[in-house]
């Protein structure tokens, strides 16, 4: 088997895709910095007292209290920033998630016996090669399928003569589908 | 009675699959909490030094805390942002890089069996949802290969002959049917 050629039928994932993830993904981050920005700013913002010893106690107090305030305004911008990373991921993943999980649906019937449709994807998803193989192998499979059922068909016909002729037109439509089938390995 | 315009269905895709979507959400959680740890033990280091240093100075031109930290939260921001952000970037081109080689093996195998090679590994990804979902191809197409060889080494069977014709009509037809299984 040669290496990937889905670039025949073109990408499996666009670059726009890509480069709209990307973009996505920078204004979240930056929305997720800019909200713990605003936290510490509105934490330090508050005017110092007016006199040198108040502004020295204030200056010195802060130490004790930044780190609870960093705390809390990271632990605000980890659970924003998760938050709103993880609905875009699955947002924007749906698009590659959904197919593998529509093929893997359409796999499970195709084994269990179950009447196979041919696969589409709608236009804005990725892997759309993947339809394509798969729609592309059932379609061999069926054409072979209705020719191995036409030569035996072809055989039978013969049945309205001899005896002898029937078997042996059956046999030699046995022998044909054998060689036919070789090509499967 | 109005006729109303039959609405075309549309192929069923769900939105979300824990398997695949799930990895890179808890990947993407990860980086965001690194960066805020980081950031964190960073700017509490830095802002206990500068604000030791400002108030032991003596001299006190700012109006809030706020004035004497702003260039340098300034840039720890920016720091966690271009961390994060690059992270994120490199995290993304690695899934699109991994579902590319792992689809495209996907796809390669499904038109490698269309030419008849049903035996051939996938050979995608080993590990995750992509390198289960080869395994469900190669599953589908052992189970195709199987089906054929069963049905070709029936055929060679009475093709051979010395079968009572009563028995030759009874598998020429369990044949026929077999073969109507396949992709049905």
Avoid at chain 1, 65 to 91: D, E, K
Avoid at chain 1, 150 to 177: F, V, W
Avoid at chain 2, 19 to 41: D, E, M, N, S, Y
Avoid at chain 2, 96 to 123: M, Q
Wanted: aromatic share 10%; net charge positive.
């Amino acid at each position: 088997m040669s290496g990937p050629k889905s670039a025949v039928d073109g990408p499996l994932i666009q670059r726009r895709y890509v480069f709209g993830l990307l973009l996505r993904l920078c204004i979240n981050f930056a929305g997720g910095v800019g909200i713990l920005f605003v936290i510490l700013y509105f934490a330090l913002s508050r005017p110092l007292p007016g006199d040198y010893a108040g502004v020295f106690h204030a200056l010195r107090n802060l130490s004790l209290f930044l780190q609870p305030i960093l705390a809390v305004s990271v632990l605000a911008y980890a659970l924003l920033a998760c938050g709103s990373t993880s609905a875009l991921c699955v947002y924007i993943l749906h698009k590659v998630a959904g197919p593998l999980y529509r093929m893997e649906l359409i796999l499970d019937q195709y084994r269990s016996g179950a009447t196979t449709q041919t696969v589409s994807f709608r236009n804005d998803d990725q892997i759309q090669p993947l339809a394509h193989a798969f729609n592309l192998w059932i379609g061999t499979l069926r054409h072979d399928r209705q020719r191995w059922l036409a030569t035996m068909k072809d055989a039978e016909r013969h049945c309205l003569q001899d005896e002898g002729t029937c078997r042996a037109k059956m046999e030699e439509a046995l022998r044909k589908l054998e060689k036919d089938m070789a090509r499967y390995h | 009675m109005r006729n109303r315009p039959r609405l075309r269905l549309r192929p069923r895709i769900r939105y979300v699959s824990p398997r695949f979507q799930g990895p890179a959400v808890l990947a993407f959680a990860a980086i965001v909490a690194t960066g805020g740890a980081i950031f964190w033990k960073l700017v509490d280091g830095a802002f206990q030094r500068v604000f030791l240093h400002a108030s032991i100075r003596g001299h006190y031109p700012f109006d809030s805390s706020y004035d004497i930290v702003r260039d340098l939260l300034a840039r720890h921001l920016a720091g966690l942002f271009v961390g994060v952000f690059l992270s994120g970037s490199v995290l993304v081109l690695l899934i699109v890089a991994v579902t590319r080689f792992g689809i495209g093996k996907a796809v390669d195998s499904l038109r490698a069996s269309a030419e008849g090679d049903l035996s051939t590994p996938t050979g995608s990804t080993p590990v995750g949802e992509i390198g289960r979902f080869g395994g469900k191809i190669d599953s589908a197409r052992s189970h195709t290969l199987a089906s054929v060889l069963k049905i070709r080494s029936e055929a060679a069977a009475l093709a051979s002959g010395g079968i009572s014709p009563e028995e030759f009509r009874l598998r020429w037809d369990e044949l026929k049917h077999r073969i109507r299984r396949i992709a049905p």
